[in-house]
């Protein structure tokens, strides 16, 4: 693999398990609102990112590629508000893309039609992240400084699961793996 392509997928390994961290730190200041639903969409959220971090592990690995892992940044401890949590959810989702989008350029530019073929599933995940993320947002709007309101999105995003994505597991052979 190109040097430049490998070194690009090191970055993105390092900003997935950025936004891992990211969004558990989100989880825990849900938790100190007594939001446990929000607190487990974060949850779920953060382990996604982990698997996010795993295929392109996987991939650099797969690809001959050296995995060069950096230090992650320390996430932000507080929010405003849980509006405002699920407002950085979707900045946050929408600057992924934006990273995704220079992956896809650059494997373009290099004629690297492997990685142009994997990076589409993300290109993909990246739409329902962005839509989820904002679905979320407007109705958080909608209902304002409305106790029931919140409780209701607490209980609904309460039922949030994690599926393990196929070949993602951090151990090889593991549930999922
Ligand atoms: Fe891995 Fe939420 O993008």
Request: with cysteine; aromatic share 10%.
């Amino acid at each position: 693999m190109d040097e430049k392509m490998g070194s690009a997928l090191n970055e993105q390994i390092n900003a997935e398990l950025y936004s891992s961290y990211l969004y558990l730190s989100m989880a825990s200041y849900c938790k100190r609102l007594n939001l446990e639903g929000f607190a487990r969409w974060m949850e779920v959220q953060a382990l996604e990112e982990l698997s996010h971090a795993m295929k392109f592990f996987n991939f650099v690995n797969e690809r001959g590629a050296k995995v060069e892992l950096q230090a992650i940044a320390g996430p932000p401890v507080s929010w405003d508000s849980p509006l405002s949590v699920f407002e950085a959810v979707y900045g946050h989702e929408v600057k992924v893309t934006g990273l995704i989008y220079e992956l896809v350029n650059l494997a373009m530019e290099l004629r690297d039609h492997a990685a142009v073929n994997f990076l589409q599933w993300f290109v993909n995940e990246q739409v329902e992240e962005e839509t989820s993320a904002d679905n979320i947002v407007q109705k958080l709007r909608l209902i304002g400084s409305d106790g029931g309101g919140l409780y209701m999105v607490d209980q609904e995003l309460g039922q949030r699961v994690f599926t393990p994505l196929p070949g993602t597991t951090i151990l090889a052979g593991a549930a999922g793996a």
